[in-house]
């Protein structure tokens, strides 16, 4: 193992053939961290913006990123959903401020320059100069042509309501993307309803981007780190469980029915479980189970009418004898986390900023048809997350103590062989297969 005073390797150092074990320098390295921004956020990949409820008249606008570059998810039309890079054509200049709004045509102050909606320059001051004592001064050349100079437009891919964005043209479609695997659960949760947004959290955690991925790629820690998790009952590493994967490993979900546990005094003894702990109020946890829990039912399987299964009753629609998850958490890599937690249902935005920050945007969301009693309860059930939140405050901690200890030794590495040290799908939590998965897609794509 190098020595804390040896400079560390262009590339980073991993032990053996696997993933297993991951070089400290991965979170650490800024020249790392400009590399991962283009060969993750501005090629190859579809990144998260938004959601289309987020601006739902023509003229509405979402200032956000792509990996670090700030641009704006418009209504530009009545069926058309553009994003722009917030870069003046002109000199340069992030000109829109705002996070959310409503506009007609985008003007940089600088130099007033205009935009449609579109991206589309149309209007240049003082373009064909100014009359002065009988002649014109100034002016563009006159082989200038708007067409050539508006704001760079990305690709756009919308699906169930959802907005993803590329800087690269030739990305593959989104539904290729996601893989076979991945989309099923995708459009489980976004199934064509349409979508209501509830309300925002924001929070900046001073650790590198690829943490929070890992994160929510983790199933070891939720009952052991969350107080509330494993007291309540919210996710356990005996609740019948499945880990899901794309065929290339860089996208997850993992897959929980609360209420069909083994034995509690597996998970009861660990230190973080607080049998004397109580909710005043249960509303924070109890389910109320919905249609589209289940999914859609496959062809040829009947559907099932109300009865217990999990904990929970069967949705109407869903298949006799399919399990009904009560927490879906996907990872859609590079940028964002869909979760479904009960019926709290949300997006997260992982947004970088420099090699030891990011920032990390929630969107809670439900649905238009939902009754004024299911808004409430996703409401008062987001309140287990977030900054402040009952349970996510403890992420942010651990990723800003796991942070401190990769700047102080960048030589070393960290640890991800619970379950062995292969990469594979499973039918259970105890196993940290999907970060080793995550970081065999790192490889592929750093070290082509």
Same mark, same amino acid.
């Given at each position: 193992m190098s020595l804390a005073s040896d400079p560390l390797p262009? +590339? =980073?150092? /991993?032990?053996?053939?696997?993933?297993?074990?991951?070089?400290?320098?991965?979170?650490?390295?800024?020249?790392?961290? $400009? $590399?991962?921004?283009?060969?993750?956020?501005?090629?190859?990949? /579809?990144?998260y913006v938004g959601l289309e409820a987020e601006v739902p008249a023509v003229g509405d606008f979402k200032r956000t990123v792509v990996g670090e570059r700030s641009v704006i998810m418009t209504r530009s039309a009545a069926d058309e959903i553009s994003v722009v890079e917030n870069v003046c054509a002109h000199r340069g200049m992030r000109f829109c401020r705002e996070r959310h709004g409503h506009k007609k045509e985008f003007v940089c102050s600088y130099?007033? /320059?205009?935009?449609?909606? &579109?991206?589309?320059?149309? %209007? *240049? =001051?003082?373009r064909r100069g100014v009359k002065q004592d009988g002649k014109v001064n100034g002016g563009m050349p006159a082989d200038f042509k708007t067409a050539e100079h508006g704001l760079t437009r990305l690709k756009v891919a919308r699906r169930g309501g959802v907005v993803f964005a590329s800087f690269d043209e030739n990305v593959?479609?989104? !539904?290729?993307?996601? #893989?076979p695997a991945i989309l099923g659960y995708f459009d489980r949760l976004f199934n064509g309803r349409q979508l209501k947004v509830l309300g925002y959290n924001r929070q900046r955690i001073p650790g590198n981007w690829k943490l929070m991925q890992e994160n929510i790629k983790d199933p070891y820690h939720p009952g052991l780190l969350h107080t509330g998790f494993g007291t309540f009952g919210l996710w356990r590493a005996?609740? $019948?469980?499945?880990?899901?994967?794309? !065929?290339?490993?860089?996208?997850? @979900?993992?897959?929980?029915?609360?209420?069909? @546990?083994?034995?509690?005094? &597996?998970?009861? &003894? *660990?230190?973080?479980? $607080? !049998?004397?702990m109580e909710l005043h109020d249960k509303r924070f946890i109890d389910i109320v189970p919905e249609p589209w829990w289940a999914g859609p039912t496959p062809p040829g399987r009947p559907k099932a009418s109300e009865a217990p299964l999990g904990g929970s009753e069967v949705p109407e629609g869903?298949? *006799?004898?399919?399990? *009904?998850p009560t927490a879906v958490m996907m990872t859609i890599f590079p940028s964002v986390i869909l979760q479904q937690q009960v019926n709290s249902v949300s997006t997260r935005h992982i947004q970088p900023d420099g090699h030891g920050a990011f920032d990390f945007v929630w969107t809670h969301f439900g649905f238009e048809d939902d009754t004024p009693e299911m808004e409430q +309860?996703?409401?008062?059930? @987001?309140?287990?997350? %977030?900054?402040? #939140?009952?349970? @996510?405050a403890d992420d942010g901690e651990v990723i800003e103590f796991s942070q401190e200890a990769f700047e102080s030794k960048p030589f070393h590495r960290a640890l991800a062989e619970l379950g062995g040290r292969g990469v594979e799908n499973t039918d259970h939590m105890v196993t940290e297969t999907l970060i080793r998965g995550m970081y065999a897609y790192w490889r592929k794509v750093m070290e082509a």
């Open positions: 262009e +590339r =980073p150092r /991993w032990e053996g053939e696997g993933t297993s074990r991951i070089p400290f320098q991965v979170y650490t390295d800024e020249q790392l961290h $400009k $590399k991962e921004l283009e060969r993750f956020f501005y090629q190859g990949h /579809w990144c130099h007033q /320059w205009s935009y449609t909606l &579109q991206g589309d320059l149309q %209007g *240049v =001051p003082f593959p479609s989104l !539904e290729d993307y996601l #893989g005996d609740h $019948k469980s499945q880990l899901v994967m794309d !065929e290339h490993f860089r996208h997850a @979900a993992m897959i929980s029915t609360r209420g069909s @546990a083994g034995q509690a005094g &597996q998970v009861t &003894q *660990v230190s973080s479980f $607080k !049998e004397s869903a298949s *006799v004898g399919a399990p *009904v +309860r996703r409401l008062r059930q @987001a309140n287990l997350f %977030g900054p402040a #939140g009952f349970v @996510a």
